[in-house]
C-alpha cells in the first residue's frame, strides 16, 4: 500500500509545485512619440523588458543611441520600433532627426547592455 501512495504523493507535490509558480512573462512598456516629444520621456524597467516605440507624429521620427543595436529606421506616423533590454544599465536615447527630443531607459541592476529586439 506504501509503494503505491508514495508515487501519488510526489505526483501531487510536482502539480501543485506548477500551479503555484506560474511561469514569469516579459514585461512590455510602450514610448509614444507625438508632438517632437517620448512620452513617457524616462522609463525604469527589469531586464528582459521590451520597449516598443509608436510614432504618432504627422512626420518621421527615428530613435537613435550609442548602446549597439539601438538605432531605428525613420518611423512614419503609427510606424514603430521595439528594442529588447537584456542587461542593466542606463541607455540614453534621441530622435536622430530631431537631436532635441531625448529620453532614457534605466534597466535595473548595475552595468550592462542591451539587445535588439
Not at 58 to 81: C, E, K, M, N, V
Request: net charge neutral; glycine share 8%.
Amino acid at each position: 500500500m506504501l509503494r503505491i501512495k508514495l508515487p501519488v504523493v510526489l505526483v501531487g507535490v510536482a502539480v501543485s509545485i506548477l500551479w503555484v509558480a506560474p511561469p514569469a512573462q516579459a514585461e512590455e512598456i510602450t514610448v509614444t512619440i507625438d508632438n517632437f516629444a517620448f512620452t513617457p520621456q524616462n522609463v525604469t524597467v527589469k531586464p528582459g523588458t521590451k520597449v516598443t516605440w509608436i510614432n504618432h507624429d504627422d512626420i518621421p521620427h527615428s530613435i537613435a543611441s550609442g548602446t549597439q543595436g539601438l538605432r531605428s529606421r525613420a518611423l512614419d506616423t503609427d510606424q514603430s520600433f521595439s528594442f529588447t533590454f537584456t542587461t542593466p544599465g542606463a541607455f540614453k536615447y534621441f530622435c536622430g532627426l530631431h537631436p532635441h527630443m531625448t529620453g532614457s531607459i534605466v534597466v535595473e541592476g548595475t552595468t550592462g547592455s542591451a539587445a535588439p529586439q
